[in-house]
């Protein structure tokens, strides 16, 4: 069993920057993939970056050029570095780690609130 424990949510003013953390913990055999998702209230949860395990990237177009994910394989974690935030990326967000066999786990989310 594959244990997430996010962190880094808060209130920023729109401009601003946070950066979420996620640390996997447990049963951690071969991580192919790290992601962050986020989600709406009434929305879909909604893919917003991913970290292969040989470090190739890739952003939702909302947030290219603001957001920036990266991993330290040897903590098995993942950030995402948010800047220039604005009141649209208000939502929860959750990490996603796949695996091979154990397949996908999630965290428990963390609120992200851009407002003046």
């Known amino acids: 069993q594959v244990q997430l424990v996010e962190s880094g949510g808060g209130l920023v003013q729109p401009g601003g920057s946070l950066r979420l953390s996620c640390a996997a913990y447990?049963?951690?055999?071969?991580?192919?993939?790290m992601r962050w998702y986020r989600q709406d209230p009434g929305k879909q949860r909604s893919l917003v970056a991913t970290?292969?395990?040989?470090?190739?990237?890739n952003y939702a177009d909302s947030v290219k050029g603001r957001f920036t994910i990266s991993r330290d394989s040897g903590k098995n974690t993942v950030y995402l570095q948010m800047n220039n935030l604005k009141p649209e990326d208000t939502a929860v967000y959750y990490c996603?780690?796949?695996?091979?066999?154990?397949?996908?786990?999630w965290g428990q989310g963390t609120q992200v609130t851009v407002s003046s």
């Open positions: 970290i292969t395990s040989n470090g190739i990237t």
């Open positions: 996603n780690v796949f695996q091979i066999g154990p397949g996908d786990s």
């Open positions: 447990g049963s951690i055999v071969s991580i192919l993939f």
